[in-house]
């Protein structure tokens, strides 16, 4: 285990702060930490009545692409894990889950954030209305499960929350 020595808060904006520890290795030796601080989130499998599975394609400003994902997003101060999921996944597919189960979870960037994703299958969808103000650019696309494997090996998924819950999903499912 690592202990830290000092902490400095570096930045803060409205999605992440950053800050830089010192610590001490077991060893005795001492080095710096950078960590991004964000909250945890929630990605979502969802699941139409045909069992295809819904993704979204929106363009990703950091990486300058277009990006075909799971639903996903913070969870806010306060709020309830499966809330955010019902609220994450109406913002951005227009959908409302009848049922929603948890698939599992994980750290999406151990080695400097702080991030923790809770995935989560959705069912029983019913239509609903898009609420979110930046949710123009997302388009909603239905693919079914077998089609999955290969969107993953050739590259055009390549969202990394994305290919962890949905192979979850797929070997939950015994797709795999």
């Known amino acids: 285990?690592?202990?830290?020595?000092?902490?400095?808060?570096i930045y803060s904006g409205p999605a992440i702060t950053v800050r830089v520890d010192r610590v001490r290795k077991p060893?005795?030796?001492?080095?710096t930490r950078d960590v991004v601080e964000?909250?945890?989130?929630?990605?979502?499998?969802?699941?139409?009545?045909?069992?295809?599975v819904l993704l979204v394609r929106q363009?990703?400003?950091?990486?300058?692409?277009?990006?075909?994902?799971?639903?996903?997003g913070g969870i806010e101060p306060g709020e309830d894990v499966i809330d955010s999921v019902r609220r994450e996944l109406q913002e951005e597919t227009?959908?409302?889950?009848?049922?929603?189960?948890?698939l599992g979870g994980f750290y999406?960037?151990?080695?400097?954030g702080t991030e923790y994703l809770y995935v989560y299958v959705a069912r029983d969808l019913k239509p609903g209305h898009l609420v979110a103000e930046d949710t123009d650019d997302i388009e909603v696309?239905?693919?079914?499960?077998?089609?999955i494997p290969g969107?993953?090996?050739?590259?055009?998924?390549?969202?990394?929350?994305?290919?962890a819950a949905l192979l979850t999903y797929l070997a939950r499912e015994k797709h795999l």
């Open 1 to 9: 285990m690592e202990q830290q020595v000092s902490t400095e808060q």
């Open 27 to 31: 060893s005795g030796i001492i080095t």
């Open 38 to 52: 964000h909250s945890d989130c929630v990605a979502i499998v969802p699941i139409d009545r045909d069992g295809q």
């Open 59 to 72: 363009f990703r400003y950091p990486v300058d692409c277009t990006l075909l994902e799971v639903p996903a």
């Open 94 to 102: 227009g959908y409302i889950p009848g049922k929603v189960d948890k």
């Open 108 to 112: 999406s960037i151990p080695g400097y």
């Open 141 to 147: 696309v239905r693919v079914p499960p077998e089609e």
């Open 151 to 163: 969107l993953i090996l050739s590259g055009k998924l390549c969202d990394a929350k994305s290919i």
